[in-house]
T-cell receptor
Framework: ETGVTQSPTHLIKTRGQQVTLRCSSQ?????VSWYQQALGQGPQFIFQ???????GRGNFPPRFSGLQFPNYSSELNVNALELDDSALYLC????????????FGSGTRLTVV | GEDVEQSLFLSVREGDSSVINCTYT??????LYWYKQEPGAGLQLLTY?????DMKQDQRLTVLLNKKDKHLSLRIADTQTGDSAIYFC???????????FGQGTTLQVKP
């Protein structure tokens, strides 16, 4: 049974650019959540996807968007990157949206210059 | 509102017990979690407790929940240098799948 895998592990982008981060859920998990963790802070909830539909969103602007695919893998897209978007982006999967167990990936470290 | 607070730093000697504390505000929380994060890594689930429980023990880890005071603690017995990391308390609110995390407590274990 594989865990949650995220790609890429590190990424450097220029302000104003767009970025796509990817996440493969743990086998059998149909729910994916994305979190942003700024340096020295706890993770902040961005949104959750359940069976390809958004199932809750945190306090992030619309330039943060996502997708979930039929195989339950997911993408996080961020448009018009700002310096403050520099953070560790974590993906977590769970068996379903009611499940209490979340498996986190190792994250993608995004640096915006 | 939704808020989770933790003290930022704890230093202990190897072999001592560590106690990390957390307070939360959402009375509808269903599950509360402790995660560990080592430098440059993702989050590792250490343990969780359901909101109708007072205590949970798992090997060296003991979680205490005081629902009246909305206070959660994690006790690590016989703390080892490998326990040095950042520990996050998190609550899962109500019917949502959203986790609300504290700022994290850095645990430093001195030999």
């Amino acid at each position: 049974e594989t865990g949650v895998t995220q790609s890429p592990t590190h990424l450097i982008k220029t302000r104003g650019q767009q970025v796509t981060l990817r996440c493969s859920s743990q086998s059998g998990h149909n729910t994916v959540s994305w979190y942003q963790q700024a340096l020295g802070q706890g993770p902040q909830f961005i949104f959750q996807y359940y069976r390809e539909e958004e199932n809750g969103r945190g306090n992030f602007p619309p330039r943060f968007s996502g997708l979930q695919f039929p195989n339950y893998s997911s993408e996080l897209n961020v448009n018009a990157l700002e310096l403050d978007d520099s953070a560790l982006y974590l993906c977590a999967s769970s068996l379903d949206r009611e499940a209490y167990g979340y498996t986190f990936g190792s994250g993608t470290r995004l640096t915006v210059v | 509102g939704e808020d989770v607070e933790q003290s930022l730093f704890l230093s202990v000697r190897e072999g001592d017990s560590s106690v990390i504390n957390c307070t939360y505000t959402d009375s509808s929380s269903t599950y509360l979690y402790w995660y560990k994060q080592e430098p440059g890594a993702g989050l590792q689930l250490l343990t969780y407790i359901f909101s109708n429980m007072d205590m949970k023990q798992d090997q060296r880890l003991t979680v205490l929940l005081n629902k009246k005071d909305k206070h959660l603690s994690l006790r690590i017995a016989d703390t080892q240098t490998g326990d040095s990391a950042i520990y996050f308390c998190a609550e899962r609110g109500g019917n949502t799948g959203k986790l609300i995390f504290g700022q994290g407590t850095t645990l430093q274990v001195k030999p």
